[in-house]
């Protein structure tokens, strides 16, 4: 797809890609892959079926908050930390993560407000004990989600790739060791444990850079409204990304249309998100280049996308032809029904690389007004498709609404830096107006 004001990007050389950061972070996938299985599998053998749905709320809601608080911060990091060096780079790194954060902090008290609440309605299914546990996980979860993010912004892409892989591990390994021995709240006490692994290798990273830099550098306010948009595209991404089962709760979906829809939609968000988290470790590098050689790093993002088009399409066409045997073989016969809404949803998988491809151009451009336009026209179609075709095609209405929103989202990304080189929402380049602060005074100096 040719780009407005890029009438030679299809013969510039692409930047070198980081060979071995995407083969790491493909290799981390592949574990993670494992650790999910585990978590599906495993764990809901050793707990028994009521147990196993404490656990798995309990999880549902301390991910959900942590992923919450993180959305738009990968690409946020990525395009203002890697074109820095040294203290200009520590400085921005320190200042970043202190005023998100405070941010941060301030999401997860009213997303923990709202927990107590709901809790506090049903006395009855949940203890003290277990909210504790909750809290203190989406908030180790949080704190790990911001230094992974930084991991990847200072191009310590181990860390960016194994936060994930390392945190389910730890929790299926704890979950198994702890419920003989403390019942379900045992199996609960496990996704902090997670949490605080993950976190501890993201402290691990991030140390060494943050330390040596003292507090007080301000951010310019190009860098706030950069990642404010991130973040109000990201947020409006969820919609169509999560949005299946919910639609079909609130549409009168029947429960197996319902229970249909979340498998087809999370086995599609499980290869779209595979996809993104593997194509950002070529960012940081990108954006580094982007200063003197805009093409080349361009047709670096291109090359990846590419790439991972040449490994997910195959596989999604391959799920799809199976699809009906694999359901009724890895959960039975009751989710055959399933098939079909898994066929629409794993096309919208197919589309992941395109879509990330999309959203890291509007990233690398400093134009993030494009990708929040793009995420507001996905979940414009998303509504619309599901109003129209959910209340007769159930299940199969969703994952249509889902993957008329990917589409949607993409194109409209595109369309929207086909406009000009420039975004009127970000008049000024974040990752320049990072360059451009105040060199902080190193510890000691006077």
């Not at 404490?54 to 074109?83: N, Q």
Request: glycine share 10%; hydrophobic share 60%; proline share 6%.
């Amino acid at each position: 797809m040719r780009l407005p004001g890029r009438e030679t990007a299809d013969r510039a050389a692409p930047i070198a890609l980081p060979r071995r950061a995407l083969a790491g972070s493909a290799a981390a996938k592949l574990i993670e892959a494992l650790t999910l299985a585990g978590l599906v599998l495993l764990v809901p053998r050793a707990l028994g079926t009521s147990d196993y749905g404490a656990f798995a709320v309990a999880l549902a809601v301390a991910t959900g908050i942590a992923t919450a608080t993180g959305i738009g911060g990968p690409a946020l990091f990525a395009r203002v930390l890697a074109p820095l060096d040294g203290d200009a780079r520590r400085a921005a790194a320190r200042a970043l993560v202190g005023r998100l954060a405070r941010a941060r902090v301030t999401v997860l008290m009213a997303l923990a407000g709202a927990v107590a609440i709901a809790a506090a309605a049903a006395p009855q299914s949940v203890s003290a004990l277990q909210i504790g546990l909750v809290g203190a996980a989406a908030l180790l979860g949080a704190a790990a989600t911001l230094l992974s993010q930084l991991a990847l912004g200072q191009e310590r892409t181990a860390a960016w790739s194994l936060r994930y892989p390392l945190e389910n591990g730890v929790i299926v390994g704890a979950a198994l060791l702890l419920y003989p021995i403390a019942g379900t709240d045992g199996a609960i006490a496990a996704i902090p444990l997670g949490a605080a692994a993950a976190l501890t290798v993201g402290l691990s990273s991030a140390w060494p850079e943050l330390h040596r830099t003292r507090a007080g550098v301000a951010l310019p306010a190009s860098v706030l409204r950069f990642a404010r948009l991130q973040a109000c595209g990201g947020a409006l991404t969820q919609a169509f990304h999560r949005g299946a089962a919910p639609a079909c709760a609130l549409l009168g979906a029947t429960g197996a249309a319902t229970g249909h829809a979340a498998i087809a939609a999370g086995a599609a968000l499980a290869i779209t998100y595979a996809v993104l988290q593997t194509t950002l470790v070529a960012l940081p590098g990108a954006a580094r280049a982007f200063a003197h050689d805009r093409d080349g790093a361009e047709a670096g993002l291109r090359r990846v996308a590419a790439l991972c088009a040449a490994v997910v399409v195959p596989a999604c066409a391959l799920l799809a032809l199976f699809a009906e045997p694999l359901l009724g073989t890895a959960l039975g016969n009751d989710f055959r029904g399933a098939a079909e809404p898994l066929r629409i949803a794993l096309a919208a998988a197919a589309l992941a690389p395109l879509w990330a491809w999309a959203t890291q151009l509007a990233a690398l451009r400093e134009r993030p007004g494009a990708g929040l336009g793009g995420a507001a026209l996905g979940a414009l179609s998303f509504v619309w498709v599901a109003a129209l075709a959910l209340p007769g095609a159930q299940a199969s209405g969703a994952a249509a609404a889902m993957l008329a929103g990917v589409a949607a989202a993409t194109a409209g990304t595109f369309a929207a830096l086909r406009i000009g080189d420039r975004d009127p929402l970000a008049r000024h380049a974040p990752a320049d107006a990072a360059r451009a602060m105040p060199a902080p005074s190193r510890p000691g100096a006077p």
